[in-house]
T-cell receptor, first 112, second 114 residues
């Protein structure tokens, strides 16, 4: 079983739709959870960062962490064509290793 | 807004040559990292650096790789003798402190080994 699994997509939605992206993980030691957006041939851009379980909202973005199910989600409301990118989940443990473990990314296309 | 900057944006080299990739992390950050992404694959951790020494490295980071902070602002990744399989995007990242998981990435340096 991979440590972090993410559906690669592509996911195509019409402009204005609510998008749901998610990752599952197997290591219960993960405590920090992040979502990055990556445009083609660019660096990952940090979108959302949460520690442990719960929800966090920032503008059109909401991140959810369910540690009991080892499942994290990113919701994008009122999606725009400029949201078209690859979305990467990433996570790390609280102590010891500081390295991030990334999912493979989900490619999102928002159609105007 | 402060950002991580990387140079060069693209480097082409012959197999067996040495390559140095450079990064200027965000100025008040304390932790520095290198990650790489082979085309079409996941972003993979290489090494983390804190207080002028390597704090963690992956199995990818073998003896042909080294990192250095030669002055107060630059952070470099050296690949001693490049192989074809080193072709990838190399991302530098920095984070503010110990009790945060937030990493901020640069735009990347694309390395092509011929």
């Amino acid at each position: 079983q991979k440590e972090v699994e993410q559906d690669p997509g592509p996911l195509s939605v019409p402009e204005g739709a609510i998008v749901s992206l998610n990752c599952t993980y197997s290591n219960s030691a993960f405590q920090y959870f992040m979502w990055y957006r990556q445009y083609s041939r660019k660096g990952p851009e940090l979108l959302m960062y949460t520690y442990s379980s719960g929800n966090k909202e920032d503008g059109r973005f909401t991140a959810q962490v369910d540690k009991s199910s080892k499942y994290i989600s990113l919701f994008i409301r009122d999606s725009q064509p400029s949201d078209s990118a690859t979305y990467l989940c990433a996570m790390r443990k609280d102590t010891g290793r500081r390295a991030l473990t990334f999912g493979s990314g989900t490619r999102l296309q928002v159609q105007p | 807004e402060p950002e991580v900057t990387q140079t060069p944006s693209h480097q082409v080299t012959q197999m067996g040559q040495e390559v140095i990739l450079r990064c200027v992390p965000i100025s008040n950050h304390l932790y520095f990292y290198w990650y790489r992404q082979i085309l079409g694959q996941k972003v993979e951790f290489l090494v983390s650096f804190y207080n002028n020494e390597i704090s963690e490295k992956s199995e990818i980071f073998d003896d042909q790789f080294s990192v250095e902070r030669p002055d107060g602002s630059n952070f470099t990744l050296k690949i001693r003798s490049t192989k074809l399989e080193d072709s990838a995007m190399y991302f530098c990242a920095s984070s503010p402190g110990q009790n945060t998981g937030e990493l901020f990435f640069g735009e990347g340096s694309r390395l092509t080994v011929l």
